[in-house]
């Protein structure tokens, strides 16, 4: 499905830190309302599903929702 390289899509050249933008970047990515938790939700929902092409249609947008994370 995806072809993974273990190398960064941008160089990254961190000259001073600045924690605050760090908190709101982690909370984007694992809070409750970040695109991690997201595609978790719909990972999980699916298997409650009873109609296969909507549980199909859930796996789809939460891969989407977790792929997505990888490329940003």
Known sequence: MWNYEKRLQYPVCI???NPAIA????SQFGGPDGEL?????????????PYREVAGLLTDIGTEEFAQRRWK
């Open 23 to 26: 908190k709101v970047i982690i």
């Open 37 to 49: 938790s997201a595609s978790m939700r719909y990972l999980s929902q699916r298997y409650a599903m």
């Open 15 to 17: 000259t001073k830190s």
